[in-house]
């Protein structure tokens, strides 16, 4: 793909040190380099997922894809060099080669999610910009929440709930309760897959998605009040030094009861005895009820998140 003087193309080999090394911030591209090694070790992604936009032997922007089991195609990096007066002709350029990138006959989504404030993030109105005109539709508008852990203090658990983990519980359980706990839900991605998969679908998809996040079996806790009746589902994902909240919902005709703190604080509980020592989650704007339960549990908001999905049919295998 070109456009004048510049082309779009996957890299080679040989360009491998060259595309980590764009950045200006030698930590940074340390850093994205290990992404990059880790991925295609893992089978992630290939070197025809690492494009770049050249203009000469000069490189003038870069995206990288990567694919995780059960989640959506993921623009892990987009950058383009924001000083030249054609950013924008060769931004678009560079995200219709993503969408190429990919084969036409595989229905997974394609997304990117703008943070902000973010190191590899530069000129958010202007990625925001270049993405909606490439088509991409935005999805979701977060919150992202950190809360670091001290582990001189114990944390205090729920203590008028009863938590089952998946194994107790079983799949199709737990595939409930990811239905009713999204039945009403103010989160704009889930009302998106609620509307476009119907409840019952929604909840599969959610739950294979969810099963794609690396996670250990105990993280996943359906909650139960005293007398039996579901309140509520957790589910933790990520690392153990690093976790996140993955998902946290309470039932219809449980809310409004002051259940959310007690699955929150389980949450914590859980990951911090795994050896949390930061413990992340996010959270739609919209959805204040949810961002007021993870203050009250001693969050702090460190960054927004924009969410922008690209539907084509044109998403494919690595």
Not at 245 to 270: F, M
Request: glycine share 10%.
């Amino acid at each position: 793909m070109t456009c004048e003087h510049t082309s779009i193309r996957p890299i080679g080999k040989s360009d491998l040190n060259r595309f980590v090394a764009f950045s200006r911030d030698d930590a940074e591209n340390e850093r994205f380099g290990a992404d990059v090694q880790r991925a295609l070790g893992a089978k992630e992604t290939s070197l025809r997922w690492c494009l770049v936009a050249t203009d000469g032997e000069a490189i003038i922007g870069r995206a990288f894809l990567l694919y995780r089991t059960g989640n959506p195609v993921f623009i892990h990096l987009f950058d383009v060099d924001w000083s030249r007066p054609d950013w924008r002709v060769t931004g678009l350029d560079l995200i219709r080669a993503v969408i190429e990138a990919v084969e036409e006959d595989d229905e997974r989504a394609l997304l990117y999610a703008l943070d902000s404030p973010h190191p590899w993030h530069a000129e958010p109105e202007r990625r925001a910009e270049l993405f909606t005109a490439a088509g991409f539709r935005r999805v979701r508008v977060g919150q992202r929440w950190e809360r670091r852990i001290d582990h001189s203090f114990a944390s205090a658990a729920s203590s008028q709930l009863e938590f089952r983990t998946l194994a107790d519980v079983g799949e199709e359980e737990f595939r409930k309760a990811i239905a009713s706990v999204s039945d009403g839900t103010l989160d704009g991605r889930l009302q998106e897959m609620r509307t476009r998969l119907g409840r019952t679908g929604d909840a599969a998809e959610h739950f294979r998605l969810l099963m794609g996040i690396p996670h250990e079996s105990d993280w996943w806790q359906l909650a139960y009040a005293a007398d039996g009746g579901l309140v509520g589902l957790i589910v933790g994902g990520g690392n153990a030094s690093e976790p996140v909240i993955a998902y946290v919902g309470v039932v219809p005709e449980q809310r409004g009861r002051g259940y959310v703190d007690d699955l929150v604080a389980q949450a914590v509980t859980t990951l911090t005895a795994a050896g949390a020592s930061v413990i992340r989650a996010d959270t739609d704007v919209a959805n204040v009820p949810m961002a007021n339960a993870f203050r009250r549990a001693g969050f702090e908001q460190f960054s927004a998140r924009t969410e922008y999905i690209h539907r084509s049919g044109g998403m494919g295998a690595v």
